[in-house]
């Protein structure tokens, strides 16, 4: 792994016992007590993960927000100061490059937070569609991001910083002090759980670490459990689920786009349910009554609800049907078509008193 790169927090892992593997070019955590035993720590208390891998992009200048408008779904002109949206970067034949947050730090001033595996693609492409007058930066260096998540996040936010943050609403952001730097902070997430993400300078991103960890009800969650805590939220992973041969109305997201954008539907991201503790794999084939159909992008045990999921893209015409045949390595599978999310009783948008 000598040619991966690494986070400020990679030397931390290793000395604690996580299992490291490559993840989109780094050198990342992929458990450290078990992916069930996280995932489980996770929904019942708070997590925190590592994830700065992400890429940050920072866009600004007089006509940042009209350049941006016409390279990404988001509609930035509903996008106030404080406030961060999900969509998504398109190429010219309407594929996904990639799916992003955007930050509106100010006006004509905006953060991006790409998978951190596009981040050159993502830069180059973006770069090509900004006029000169825009001022466009990669920060994805000196910037390290902080993930805690689950339904005691709030009391433990509250715990490390010594203030309130019951005002920070789904989806917003504000800024913190913590020794001496400002820190970005957002009510967002990749677990379905009341959560928020810290942007901090890499050369605090331990300290800030190793005080969110101290805490009784906290404990590092390594990508094993984010994978399977974001599938039972049917959310998407780009290279899996997300890619540039499907358009964002394709896989699944056509209530955050304009009616008349990306109509041209050949296949369909559908969640399916799978009786037992069997599941199916990325590749598998998805078939209906005899037919292949389609393919498994995403799937696991799910170890909140007891039984196995998947997301698979199945043919338009075929979206429909209740009941498919997923063929895996060792055996066959009847899948059940599902809705989103699996798991509906995530805390990720409760109100906060």
């Avoid at 070019?25 to 035993?37: A, D, L, S």
């Avoid at 992400?54 to 930035?76: C, H, P, R, W, Y």
């Avoid at 300078?201 to 800030?208: E, G, N, V």
């Amino acid at each position: 792994m000598s040619n991966l790169r690494i986070t400020p927090l990679t030397e931390w892992h290793r000395e604690n016992g996580a299992k490291l593997v490559p993840f989109a070019g780094f050198e990342m955590p992929v458990q450290y007590k078990g992916i069930i035993v996280e995932h489980k720590h996770t929904r019942e208390k708070v997590g925190v993960f590592d994830i700065s891998h992400m890429g940050e992009f920072l866009v600004s200048g007089e006509g940042a927000k009209d350049a941006l408008n016409k390279i990404v779904t988001q509609n930035l002109d509903t996008l106030a100061p404080g406030k961060c949206r999900y969509g998504f970067l398109p190429d010219e034949e309407g594929g996904v490059l990639d799916d992003l947050i955007i930050y509106c730090l100010a006006e004509d001033s905006y953060m991006l937070v790409i998978n951190g595996s596009r981040e050159e693609t993502d830069f180059n492409w973006i770069d090509c569609h900004l006029p000169e007058s825009v001022n466009f930066e990669n920060v994805s260096y000196e910037t390290a991001k902080i993930d805690l998540q689950g339904p005691l996040a709030l009391d433990v936010l509250e715990s490390v910083f010594g203030r309130e943050f019951k005002q920070l609403k789904y989806f917003n952001f504000g800024q913190a002090e913590f020794e001496g730097t400002q820190l970005l902070i957002s009510r967002t997430g990749y677990t379905g759980e009341l959560g928020y993400e810290f942007y901090v300078p890499s050369d605090k991103a331990l300290a800030l670490w190793e005080k969110l960890v101290a805490h009784e009800d906290v404990e590092p969650i390594g990508l094993g459990a984010r994978d399977t805590l974001r599938l039972e939220m049917g959310y998407p992973l780009y290279g899996q689920d997300l890619d540039t041969d499907h358009n964002p109305r394709e896989g699944g997201y056509s209530f955050v786009l304009a009616d008349d954008a990306f109509t041209d539907v050949k296949e369909m991201l559908i969640p399916l349910k799978i009786d037992g503790r069997r599941s199916s794999r990325h590749g598998d084939k998805v078939f209906l009554d005899g037919k292949e159909v389609g393919v498994v992008t995403s799937g696991s045990f799910s170890p909140t609800l007891g039984f196995s999921i998947a997301l698979a893209y199945v043919k338009a015409d075929a979206a429909e049907a209740d009941e498919f045949i997923v063929k895996g390595a060792r055996a066959d599978f009847k899948a059940m078509k599902s809705d989103l999310p699996f798991y509906k009783e995530g805390t990720a948008r409760k109100k906060l008193d």
